[in-house]
Antibody
Framework: QVQLVESGGGLVKPGGSLRLSCAASGFTLSDHYMSWVRQAPGKGLEWLLYITGSGGAIYDADSVRGRFTISRDNAKNSLYLQINSLRAEDTAVYYC?????????????WGRGTLVTVSS | DIVMTQSPDSLAVSLGERATINCKSSQSVFYSSNNKNYLAWYQHKPGQPPKLLIYWAITRESGVPDRFSGSGSGTDFTLTIGSLQAEDVAVYYCQQYYRTPWTFGQGTKVEIK
């Protein structure tokens, strides 16, 4: 069964850091580009970053550049998101999502998300 | 960045009736070399992950009921739910994957009238 499971969310103070994980099962992670997408309370979906299958290339949105870092460990079939200098506006559910193929860059598998709350 | 704008923001439709959601991109997401529109639709229910419904603007994902259909090209797209069922209550998003950053519409909330 193809599945993504995020973990690592929680309550963190402004300025703090957090590392989110996404465990993949049922498929080979290295075969796919992977992304992180978030949804703030009452808001829509916002794509944040992607990483290629080999991890050799990364693209991040302007809104998170310099604070968010995506990485992967294909041997562990896991994806990560390091978030630094957290702000209240980073409060959101964070989803990892699989891009179908290198040519078909839509998201065909999503995790259930992990909630990050930034508050003092 | 390509801005995706959906309309309406919400709509209420009677069970069995048609629901139509529009999505407009600020620039064309049609790639002439392969004749494809780089546009996807997702369904998002509370407490669940988003679910892929349609890709390439018109291709239904495996397992998605055939009451869901996508149409359009270039900058104007439509998601149609042919006969609304109770389980279709959700927020629907369009997304372009033509050019990074990938961008989503603001979402359209579909409810039962």
């Amino acid at each position: 069964q193809v599945q993504l499971v995020e973990s690592g969310g929680g309550l963190v103070k402004p300025g703090g850091s957090l590392r989110l994980s996404c465990a993949a099962s049922g498929f080979t992670l290295s075969d796919h580009y992977m992304s992180w997408v978030r949804q703030a309370p009452g808001k829509g979906l916002e794509w944040l970053l992607y990483i290629t299958g080999s991890g050799g290339a990364i693209y991040d949105a302007d809104s998170v550049r310099g604070r968010f870092t995506i990485s992967r460990d294909n041997a562990k079939n896991s994806l990560y998101l390091q978030i630094n200098s957290l702000r209240a506006e980073d409060t959101a559910v964070y989803y990892c999502a699989r891009e179908r193929t290198e040519e078909s860059r839509y998201f065909d598998v999503w995790g259930r998300g992990t909630l990050v709350t930034v508050s003092s | 960045d390509i801005v995706m704008t959906q309309s309406p923001d919400s709509l209420a439709v009677s069970l069995g009736e048609r629901a139509t959601i529009n999505c407009k991109s600020s620039q064309s997401v049609f790639y002439s070399s392969n004749n494809k529109n780089y546009l996807a639709w997702y369904q998002h229910k509370p407490g669940q992950p988003p679910k892929l419904l349609i890709y390439w603007a018109i291709t239904r994902e495996s397992g998605v009921p055939d009451r869901f259909s996508g149409s359009g090209s270039g900058t104007d797209f439509t998601l149609t739910i042919g006969s609304l069922q109770a389980e279709d209550v959700a927020v629907y998003y369009c997304q372009q994957y033509y050019r990074t950053p990938w961008t989503f519409g603001q979402g359209t909330k579909v409810e039962i009238k």
